[in-house]
Nanobody, 115 residues
Framework: QVQLVESGGGLVQPGGSLRLSCVASGFDFRFHVVGWYRQAQGKQRELVAAVTFSGSTNYADFVKGRFTISRDNGKSTVYLQMSSLEPEDTAQYYC?????????WGQGTPVTVSS
């Protein structure tokens, strides 16, 4: 059974940091592109960052160097280190893994940036 389980979300003040984790199981994580998406209330889901099996990364412009994505293939885990968080970063954050026709999603973890 394929599973992607996110954790690490929560409430943080503007300027603060959070580290999201996503643990994968049920498929060969190593050969999938993995990434983080987010969906704010009333908006479409958008890519935040992704990392290929070789370690190449891609970031959305709004990340502006504030976020870092990384993966640990031995642990089948992908991380998103978020710093300098802004209220506009408030959203449900989803983990994604895809390879060819295969596309897997987690249930999401909420991030709220508020004072």
């Amino acid at each position: 059974q394929v599973q992607l389980v996110e954790s690490g979300g929560g409430l943080v003040q503007p300027g603060g940091s959070l580290r999201l984790s996503c643990v994968a199981s049920g498929f060969d994580f190593r050969f999938h592109v993995v990434g983080w998406y987010r969906q704010a209330q009333g908006k479409q889901r958008e890519l935040v960052a992704a990392v290929t099996f070789s370690g190449s990364t891609n970031y959305a412009d709004f990340v502006k160097g504030r976020f870092t994505i990384s993966r640990d293939n031995g642990k089948s885990t992908v991380y998103l280190q978020m710093s300098s968080l802004e209220p506009e970063d408030t959203a449900q954050y989803y983990c994604n893994a895809h390879r060819g026709p295969y596309d897997y999603w987690g249930q999401g973890t909420p991030v709220t940036v508020s004072s």
